[in-house]
C-alpha cells in the first residue's frame, strides 16, 4: 500500500515549481499503474477460479439455459426506458433533435465541450437504433452513481452513516457539536487547544458537485463577503448564474426562488458546509458555487457528472471560471466494463478499465489542470482498494480518504495507491438542509453529525482554498494543491 498520510498544522510554503508539479505527477501516475496492474491479476485469478467453480457445480443443461434466465430477468425488470450517452462521430454535427425523434428517444442534455453528444431516455430498441446510425459512434448506458446512504447499505455510497448517534438521527444546535475535524487540520495532532486558521480561503472559488445546496442555512449567511449560490441543475436541467450570462429559468419552467434551496437531500448541502461553512468548514470566505448532479434519492448517473463538466468547461474557456478554484466531488461508483450480449446489466469492478476512464472524463481532468484548477474527490467507503473505483487513476486528481479521532483509517474507507492523503471524516459536524430538519428544529440552523470520505473531500478542497489565499492573488488551485501535498506529514495514520 501507498503510504498513507494526514493533514497536520496549516502552512503555507512556497511556490511549487513546474518541475516539481510534473515530477509529482509522474509519480503519482506511476504508482497509480502499478497498483492497477497488481490488482488486475489478483481480480483476474479470482474470478477465473470462481468461474471453473460456477461451471463445475452446474448441470450441462443449466450451462446452456443460464443466459436465456440472464435475458429473461433483464427483460422483466421493468426498465423500458433508461438515459444513455450518446457520442457523435468527428466531422459531424447531426440535428441532434432529429435523430433522437427518428428513433423515439428523448434528449436529457446537450453535450458541446466535454464531449460532441446528447444523453438521451431511450429504449433498449431506440438505443440500437441509434447506435446503427452513421453519425454516432458511441453509445453506452449512463452508469448509476451514488452519494448517500445509511450503513445499511453501502454499496457504491460514499457517505457512512451511525444509527446511534443522535445528532444524526435528529440534528443538533451548533453548540451541541464537536466540529473536531477543524481542530484537527489547524494543529500536528487532536486537541481543544488548536490554534485558529490564519487563512480562510478568501479569493478562492470552490465548486461543489453534489445534490443541491440549501443557501438559506446559517452557514452560508455570510454573503456580504463572498459569493453562495446554486449555479445550475443537471437533474432537471438549468442554469442560473447572471454574473457569467446564464439564465435558462424561464425555459425550464423554474423562477429565482426555486434556485435558493436547490438541495433535494442532505448530502450536498453537507458537503458544501465542509468546505466553506461559515463555522464548520474550512474556507469559510471562499465562494462557493454548487451545481446539482443528483437526485432525492441521493444518486444520479453519470450523464449528469457530464453535464456538470460540460458547464465548467464551457466556463473555463469563456473565462468565467479562473485557475483560482478547487472542485469537490463526493459520489461515484466502481469502474464499469462494457459487456455484450444477454449480460450486458454487469458491473464489476477493474482497475484496468478505470485506469482508462470514460470517455468525457479523461481529457476534462487533464484539460481543469491545464488550466490551473484542482479537484479533490472522495475515496470511497467500501474499505476497498480505491483503485478500483472511477475518478481514482487520475493523476490530476487529489484523492481523499477518510480518518478518525485517533488518528487511524476509518473503517469505512477505501485505501492504496490511488488515495492521496487523508482527512477527518468520522463523525464530523455539518449542516443539515432545512428539507431534512425533523420537529420543532430551525430549518436554517440545524446540524448534523455524519462519517464518510464525502466529508473529507470537501474539507481538503477548503484546505486547498486556504493555500491558494496564503500563497497570494496569482496562485492557483493546482501550485496550492501541489504545496499541500508537499506539506502534508507522511506516517501518520494507522
Same mark, same amino acid.
Given at each position: 500500500?501507498?503510504?498513507?498520510?494526514?493533514?497536520?498544522?496549516?502552512?503555507?510554503?512556497?511556490?511549487?515549481? #513546474?518541475?516539481?508539479?510534473?515530477?509529482?505527477?509522474?509519480?503519482?501516475?506511476?504508482?497509480?499503474?502499478?497498483?492497477?496492474?497488481?490488482?488486475?491479476?489478483?481480480?483476474?485469478?479470482?474470478?477465473?477460479?470462481?468461474?471453473?467453480?460456477?461451471?463445475?457445480?452446474?448441470?450441462?443443461?443449466?450451462?446452456?439455459?443460464?443466459?436465456?434466465?440472464?435475458?429473461?430477468?433483464?427483460?422483466?425488470?421493468?426498465?423500458?426506458? $433508461?438515459?444513455?450517452?450518446?457520442? !457523435?462521430?468527428?466531422?459531424?454535427?447531426?440535428?441532434?433533435?432529429?435523430?433522437?425523434?427518428?428513433?423515439?428517444?428523448?434528449?436529457?442534455?446537450?453535450?458541446?465541450?466535454?464531449?460532441?453528444?446528447?444523453?438521451?431516455?431511450?429504449?433498449?430498441?431506440?438505443?440500437?437504433?441509434?447506435?446503427?446510425?452513421?453519425?454516432?459512434?458511441?453509445?453506452?448506458?449512463?452508469?448509476?452513481?451514488?452519494?448517500?446512504?445509511?450503513?445499511?447499505?453501502?454499496?457504491?455510497?460514499?457517505?457512512?452513516?451511525?444509527?446511534?448517534?443522535?445528532?444524526?438521527?435528529?440534528?443538533?444546535?451548533?453548540?451541541?457539536?464537536?466540529?473536531?475535524?477543524?481542530?484537527?487540520?489547524?494543529?500536528?495532532?487532536?486537541?481543544?487547544?488548536?490554534?485558529?486558521?490564519?487563512? #480562510?480561503?478568501?479569493?478562492?472559488?470552490?465548486?461543489?458537485? /453534489?445534490?443541491?445546496?440549501?443557501?438559506?442555512?446559517?452557514?452560508?449567511?455570510?454573503?456580504? $463577503?463572498?459569493?453562495?449560490?446554486?449555479?445550475?441543475?443537471?437533474?432537471?436541467? !438549468?442554469?442560473?448564474?447572471?454574473?457569467?450570462?446564464?439564465?435558462?429559468?424561464? $425555459?425550464?419552467?423554474?423562477?429565482?426562488?426555486?434556485?435558493?434551496?436547490?438541495?433535494?437531500?442532505?448530502?450536498?448541502?453537507?458537503?458544501? #458546509?465542509?468546505?466553506?461553512?461559515?463555522?464548520?468548514?474550512?474556507?469559510?470566505?471562499?465562494?462557493?458555487?454548487?451545481?446539482?448532479?443528483?437526485?432525492?434519492?441521493?444518486?444520479?448517473?453519470?450523464?449528469?457528472?457530464?453535464?456538470?463538466?460540460?458547464?465548467?468547461? $464551457?466556463? %473555463?474557456?469563456?473565462?468565467?471560471?479562473?485557475?483560482?478554484?478547487?472542485?469537490?466531488?463526493?459520489?461515484?461508483?466502481?469502474?464499469?466494463?462494457?459487456?455484450?450480449?444477454? %449480460?450486458? /446489466?454487469?458491473?464489476?469492478?477493474?482497475?484496468?478499465?478505470?485506469?482508462?476512464?470514460?470517455?468525457?472524463?479523461?481529457?476534462?481532468?487533464?484539460?481543469?489542470?491545464?488550466?490551473?484548477?484542482?479537484?479533490?474527490?472522495?475515496?470511497?467507503?467500501?474499505?476497498?482498494?480505491?483503485?478500483?473505483?472511477?475518478?481514482?487513476?487520475?493523476?490530476?486528481?487529489?484523492?481523499?480518504?477518510?480518518?478518525?479521532?485517533?488518528?487511524?483509517?476509518?473503517?469505512?474507507?477505501?485505501?492504496?495507491?490511488?488515495?492521496?492523503?487523508? *482527512?477527518?471524516?468520522?463523525?464530523?459536524?455539518?449542516?443539515?438542509?432545512?428539507? /431534512? %430538519?425533523?420537529?420543532?428544529?430551525?430549518?436554517?440552523?440545524?446540524?448534523?453529525?455524519?462519517?464518510?470520505?464525502?466529508?473529507? #473531500?470537501?474539507?481538503?478542497?477548503?484546505?486547498? *482554498?486556504?493555500?491558494?489565499?496564503?500563497?497570494?492573488?496569482?496562485?492557483?488551485?493546482?501550485?496550492?494543491?501541489?504545496?499541500?501535498?508537499?506539506?502534508?506529514?507522511?506516517?501518520?495514520?494507522?
Amino acid at each position: 500500500k501507498k503510504k498513507k498520510t494526514c493533514f497536520t498544522t496549516f502552512r503555507a510554503f512556497g511556490w511549487t515549481s #513546474a518541475a516539481r508539479k510534473a515530477r509529482t505527477q509522474r509519480t503519482r501516475a506511476a504508482a497509480r499503474e502499478t497498483a492497477r496492474k497488481e490488482a488486475r491479476a489478483i481480480l483476474d485469478k479470482s474470478r477465473n477460479a470462481a468461474r471453473r467453480r460456477a461451471v463445475a457445480r452446474r448441470p450441462k443443461t443449466m450451462r446452456v439455459s443460464v443466459f436465456v434466465a440472464l435475458a429473461s430477468c433483464a427483460a422483466a425488470s421493468g426498465r423500458a426506458e $433508461e438515459k444513455h450517452i450518446v457520442e !457523435w462521430c468527428p466531422g459531424t454535427d447531426p440535428d441532434a433533435d432529429a435523430v433522437a425523434e427518428a428513433v423515439g428517444a428523448t434528449i436529457v442534455h446537450r453535450y458541446r465541450h466535454v464531449l460532441k453528444g446528447v444523453s438521451v431516455r431511450a429504449s433498449k430498441e431506440a438505443a440500437a437504433a441509434l447506435a446503427a446510425r452513421d453519425e454516432v459512434c458511441d453509445v453506452r448506458r449512463a452508469q448509476r452513481l451514488q452519494g448517500h446512504g445509511s450503513s445499511s447499505s453501502k454499496s457504491n455510497d460514499y457517505s457512512y452513516s451511525y444509527s446511534y448517534d443522535p445528532c444524526q438521527n435528529e440534528g443538533c444546535p451548533f453548540e451541541d457539536l464537536d466540529v473536531w475535524n477543524l481542530r484537527r487540520i489547524n494543529a500536528p495532532t487532536l486537541t481543544d487547544d488548536a490554534p485558529a486558521a490564519k487563512y #480562510a480561503g478568501r479569493g478562492a472559488t470552490i465548486v461543489v458537485l /453534489d445534490g443541491g445546496l440549501d443557501t438559506r442555512h446559517d452557514e452560508f449567511a455570510n454573503t456580504d $463577503e463572498r459569493v453562495v449560490a446554486n449555479i445550475a441543475d443537471c437533474v432537471d436541467p !438549468w442554469r442560473y448564474y447572471p454574473a457569467w450570462g446564464w439564465d435558462t429559468l424561464a $425555459e425550464a419552467g423554474k423562477t429565482v426562488e426555486d434556485t435558493v434551496n436547490n438541495g433535494f437531500n442532505y448530502h450536498g448541502t453537507f458537503t458544501s #458546509a465542509n468546505a466553506a461553512g461559515a463555522r464548520v468548514g474550512a474556507a469559510p470566505l471562499a465562494d462557493l458555487l454548487h451545481i446539482r448532479t443528483t437526485d432525492e434519492d441521493g444518486g444520479g448517473t453519470d450523464a449528469e457528472k457530464l453535464c456538470a463538466y460540460d458547464l465548467i468547461e $464551457e466556463a %473555463v474557456a469563456a473565462g468565467l471560471l479562473t485557475g483560482r478554484t478547487v472542485i469537490n466531488e463526493s459520489f461515484g461508483g466502481p469502474c464499469s466494463q462494457k459487456v455484450a450480449g444477454p %449480460v450486458a /446489466d454487469a458491473m464489476y469492478q477493474d482497475p484496468v478499465v478505470c485506469g482508462a476512464k470514460p470517455k468525457g472524463e479523461a481529457d476534462f481532468f487533464e484539460y481543469l489542470n491545464d488550466n490551473g484548477i484542482a479537484v479533490t474527490v472522495a475515496a470511497g467507503n467500501d474499505n476497498e482498494n480505491a483503485c478500483f473505483y472511477r475518478l481514482m487513476g487520475s493523476p490530476f486528481n487529489v484523492v481523499v480518504g477518510a480518518s478518525d479521532k485517533n488518528d487511524a483509517m476509518a473503517s469505512f474507507s477505501n485505501y492504496g495507491a490511488c488515495v492521496d492523503v487523508f *482527512a477527518p471524516g468520522d463523525f464530523v459536524a455539518s449542516a443539515l438542509n432545512s428539507r /431534512d %430538519v425533523k420537529g420543532d428544529a430551525p430549518p436554517t440552523s440545524t446540524y448534523k453529525v455524519e462519517s464518510g470520505t464525502s466529508y473529507a #473531500a470537501p474539507l481538503t478542497a477548503g484546505i486547498v *482554498a486556504r493555500y491558494m489565499e496564503a500563497l497570494g492573488d496569482t496562485a492557483d488551485g493546482v501550485q496550492a494543491m501541489n504545496a499541500m501535498l508537499h506539506t502534508v506529514a507522511p506516517d501518520v495514520i494507522s
